[in-house]
T-cell receptor, first 112, second 112 residues
Framework: ETGVTQTPRHLVMGMTNKKSLKCEQH?????MYWYKQSAKKPLELMFV???????ENNSVPSRFSPECPNSSHLFLHLHTLQPEDSALYLC???????????FGQGTRLTVV | GENVEQHPSTLSVQEGDSAVIKCTYS??????FPWYKQELGKRPQLIID?????GEKKDQRIAVTLNKTAKHFSLHITETQPEDSAVYFC???????????FGSGTKLNVKP
């Protein structure tokens, strides 16, 4: 499938590691999002970028650091994570606002 | 901020029966309500959405209804099939605000 692509699909990292998640969208959208999906919890909005500017930082710990170099790419830099950060991290994109349509397949992160 | 509640958390129906999933929201300014289906191991996919200027929308076997006064909206699936088995998420957002608030999800199991 094309549209929103996330890499890697799976990631296992130690608590002292530094890694990055990548998201790329080929839909011409101008807004991109990071969501965290934990078991038995609602999807949690982490960050929103609109026109490459961060417009939302939903009380996310500083060990998660987003980067949006252009409207097609979004990164989530990870460092000194905790085991409770293990989850599925989903990227999504939309055109303008009010119409969130496309999710990536997610990165399954396990912190050991 | 917005608070979206979704019920039930699990729903089991016989093939051919109807299924109804309900969501309530707290912010009267919310005006866009999408529904997502997430099959096991896959990304959430938009299946239907409704805007606040519409009370009902239908697409083949699925329909969504919205009651703005009561601040609740529902997903209706008729003639359910085993392939409808998935987790369904509702969400609420406002136009011009890049924020989407999700319900906690309903795991639908359609028994053949």
């Amino acid at each position: 499938e094309t549209g929103v692509t996330q890499t890697p699909r799976h990631l296992v990292m130690g608590m002292t590691n530094k890694k990055s998640l990548k998201c790329e969208q080929h839909l011409g959208h101008n807004a991109m999002y990071w969501y965290k999906q934990s078991a038995k919890k609602p999807l949690e909005l982490m960050f929103v970028y609109s026109l490459e500017e961060r417009v939302e930082n939903n009380s996310v710990p500083s060990r998660f650091s987003p980067e949006c170099p252009n409207s097609s790419h979004l990164f989530l830099h990870l460092h000194t994570l905790q085991p409770e950060d293990s989850a599925l991290y989903l990227c999504a994109s939309s055109q303008d606002s009010g119409h969130l349509a496309f999710f990536g397949q997610g990165t399954r992160l396990t912190v050991v | 901020g917005e608070n979206v509640e979704q019920h039930p958390s699990t729903l089991s129906v016989q093939e051919g029966d109807s299924a109804v999933i309900k969501c309530t929201y707290s912010d009267s300014a919310s005006n866009y309500f999408p529904w997502y289906k997430q099959e096991l191991g896959k990304r959430p996919q938009l299946i239907i959405d409704i805007r606040s200027n519409v009370g009902e929308k239908k697409d083949q076997r699925i329909a969504v209804t919205l009651n703005k006064t009561a601040k609740h909206f529902s997903l209706h699936i008729t003639e359910t099939q085993p392939e409808d088995s998935a987790v369904y998420f509702c969400a609420a957002s406002q136009d011009n605000f890049n924020k989407f608030y999700f319900g906690s999800g309903t795991k639908l199991n359609v028994k053949p």
